[in-house]
């Protein structure tokens, strides 16, 4: 392709980019409602700010992450969605790790555990899917989706860990709030993912199996009304 058109389209992409950012730019009323939606109820300016920021640090991924996967994994769709909200979530947790730079939060004596943030029924729900999907590729040769289903299933784990590990900042409650929002939802995506990608036939079984994966997704990702009191 002639470099005029090269930049001819990465400048139309740039714009759709930006302007999607600018609509998906959240604000404080975005921020309040998601920390409701998660069991912090009436939440402080502090706590409004911190989901802000939260959501910044993915939202401003998403309109590049979706322009750019297309072209450079070759497809559209679904598949591109849950692509570019796995890679701004990890993303985003990635500059998580970083120290605050204001004030934090001190750290509690016991280490805080995956069981903290997750509760067991969503990993085991995550860890068949996950199984299930590599299992029956594996047993139908179909190592090109094996392969995509294996990364898929890393992805998710580790934002899944990098959640539970990242520095505490902010209120216990929003802290939680937000630590279990963004492993409960990487796992849906996983679980939806890997039942997706592991039936892709167009079987009875297989779409009865897909359903099965929405269904274990919605429950996944269905928002906590209220956190525990030790949170």
């Known amino acids: 392709m002639p470099w005029d058109n090269v930049l001819a389209v990465a400048l139309f992409t740039g714009l759709i980019g930006l302007a ?37 640090r993915r939202r401003f991924w998403y309109p590049w992450l979706f322009i750019a996967i297309p ?25 998580a790790q970083r120290p605050a730079r204001g004030p934090r939060r001190e750290a509690v004596l ?16 995550g860890g068949l899917a996950a199984a299930g999907a590599l299992v029956h590729l594996g047993l139908t040769a179909q190592w ?10 890393v992805v998710c784990a580790a934002i899944v860990l990098l959640a539970v590990r990242r520095p505490a900042v902010g209120e216990p ?6 630590r279990s929002r963004s492993a409960r939802v990487a796992i849906g995506l996983g679980i939806g993912a890997c039942t997706a990608i592991g039936w892709p036939a167009g079987d009875f079984g297989s779409f009865l199996v897909v359903v099965a994966g929405l269904a274990a997704f919605l429950a996944v990702t269905a928002p906590v009304k209220r956190q525990p009191a030790a949170a």
């Open 20 to 56: 999607i950012l600018i609509v998906l730019w959240p604000g404080e009323k975005h921020g309040k409602r998601l920390l409701e939606r998660w069991g912090v109820a009436e939440p402080g300016d502090g706590e409004v700010a911190l989901a802000v920021r939260y959501l910044k």
């Open 71 to 95: 072209p450079l994994l070759d497809e559209a769709g679904a598949g591109t969605i849950v692509v570019t909200l796995l890679l701004g979530g990890l993303i985003a947790e990635l500059l």
């Open 110 to 125: 016991a280490p805080r555990t995956l069981r903290d943030v997750v509760p067991a029924w969503v990993l085991v729900l």
């Open 144 to 153: 090109k989706l094996l392969a995509v289903a294996a990364g898929t299933a």
């Open 173 to 178: 409650r929003t802290d939680r709030a937000l």
